[in-house]
C-alpha cells in the first residue's frame, strides 16, 4: 500500500474531494477512460449476465471499470473486466473486506488497481461505504447501474451521478424488479439499456485482437474465470472446437 496523488481531474467537482489516496496496484489505470458498474449485492441471474457481458465489453474497447468491490453486481462488474478494472475500498487496503471477495480482491491487487481513503487498519463503516460511493460514481464518464432496490445504497450513487451531472443508464427489467432503477426511469432520472453491444459501441471500438484470445486460455483458466469473460459464449467456443473444458479447466483447442 503506497500514498499517491488524490488530486485526480476527476474529482474537482466533489464538494469533499478526498485529501489523501492510497493504492494496491497498476496506478496507470486512473489515466484511462473509465465507466462505473454499480449494484444489488444480491443480483437476479439475468442481472449477473448482463453486468458480466457490460463489464467485458467496456474492457475490450479499452475502458476501465470502476466499481466498490462489494459482493453481487461490484464483484461480477470487476471480475468481467480484470486486469482492466479499479475497486474504491470503503477500507483500508490492508483489510480484505468483504472476506467473500478475498480472492477476487487480491487479484485486484495484482492485476487492476485498488485504491482508499484511509490509513492503515481502517475498518469499513456504514458511513464509508457512502463516502466510498462518490470516489466510484466520479470517476466514470456515465453511471450504469444494472439492479437496485429501491431504499439501497445503489441510489446514493444514483443520486451523487445527478449531482454531478452524469448520465446513468440502466437495464430492463420486468415489472416488480429492480424498483430503484424503475424509479430512476420513471423519473426520467435514467436511460434505458436495450442492447448491450449498441450501447458499449458508442463509446467507442474492441481495441484487442484475436491473439488475446488465444493468450487468455493458453493460461489455462478455471471455467469460473472463463465464464466471467465469456458468459454462456464460451460453450459456443467449445462447440466450435476452439476450446476444451475438461475438469473445471478450459484449454486452447
Known sequence: MREISAKHPAFIPLKKPPKTLYALGDERLLETKMISIVGTRRPMRYTKEATQQLSYAFSQIGYTVVSGAAMGV???AHLGALP????????SLDICYPKINQTLITQIYQEGLAISEYSENTKATKYSFVIRNRLVVALGEVLVITEADENSGTMRSAEIAKALGKEIY?????LGESRGTQKLLEEGSAKLITDID???SQFGTPVTKE??????????PSLDEALAKFGDTLYEYELE???EIKNLKVYLC
Do not use: C, E, W
Request: zero cysteines.
Open 74 to 76: 461490484d464483484a461480477i
Open 84 to 91: 482492466n478494472t479499479i475497486a474504491v475500498m470503503a477500507n
Open 170 to 174: 440502466v437495464l430492463p427489467h420486468r
Open 198 to 200: 449498441h450501447f458499449v
Open 211 to 220: 491473439d488475446d484470445f488465444s493468450t487468455f486460455f493458453k493460461q489455462i
Open 241 to 243: 472446437g476452439r476450446v
